[in-house]
């Protein structure tokens, strides 16, 4: 079965300090990469997704995430970080073939608390 | 653009009581999804319908959970009778229908069951 593992459950960093979240997923064929986000009191949103193409991938404010294939990582980082950031951060993934709904595995999460 | 709309935000129920939650999609969706997702953890699938239609139900604990999608537009999650350990919050999404079509989440109803 397809699982996705987030290496780091909670992150404490100060404002301006560059950001790298883990995320490895466990499928051996193609797959779809998400990153979500969801800030305190808010519904999930849509951080960035790699669907195919350039492995390095942009999202909003500012974040982006390299998709390493031979690695089954797909890493977000944030050069840096604001105290707006706070946040949890969900990595996911979707597979491709005939058993494909579209279904997103997610990962446990990663909490981020940015010191101002 | 409305949102995906869930009711309730939050319900507090006694063990072995029953519970409801309501889904409304975003208009012209017709993919929907429910998740569950325990305190800790990421959300889990639960069901997903296309129009009225259960395409993936595999994680539903159909013993205590059930789900409709009457007219392929809203929906409604069930739980009878309820345990301690169905504690968590329900997501629903939706998304258009193709595979690269983005799912956009509802703000989730919060269930603690004592």
């Known amino acids: 079965a397809q699982s996705v593992s987030q290496h780091n459950h909670h992150v404490i960093l100060s404002e301006a300090a560059s950001l790298e979240l883990g995320c490895n997923y466990s499928y051996g064929g193609t797959v779809n990469l998400f990153w979500y986000v969801q800030y305190p009191g808010q519904h999930l949103q849509l951080l960035l997704k790699y669907f195919s193409g350039d492995p390095l991938v942009k999202g909003i404010k500012g974040f982006e995430a390299e998709f390493i294939k031979s690695k089954f990582s797909f890493n977000l980082r944030k050069p840096s970080v604001q105290w707006s950031d706070t946040a949890e951060y969900f990595c996911a993934v979707s597979t491709y073939g005939s058993s494909n709904t579209g279904k997103l595995i997610f990962g446990q999460g990663t909490t981020l608390q940015v010191k101002p | 653009e409305a949102g995906v709309a869930q009711s309730p935000r939050y319900k507090i129920i006694e063990k072995r009581q029953s519970v409801a939650f309501w889904c409304n999609p975003i208009?012209?969706?017709?993919?929907l999804y429910w998740y569950q997702q325990i305190l800790g953890q990421g959300p889990k699938l639960l069901i997903q319908f296309q129009n009225n239609g259960v395409v993936d139900d595999s994680q539903l604990p159909k013993d205590r959970f059930s789900a409709e999608r009457l007219k392929g537009v809203d929906s409604t999650l069930k739980i009878q009778p309820a345990k301690l350990e169905d504690s968590a919050v329900y997501l629903c999404?939706?998304?258009?229908?193709?595979?690269?079509?983005?799912?956009?989440f509802g703000p989730g109803t919060r269930l603690t069951v004592l």
């Open positions: 999404a939706s998304r258009k229908w193709r595979e690269k079509d983005e799912q956009f």
């Open positions: 208009s012209g969706h017709a993919t």
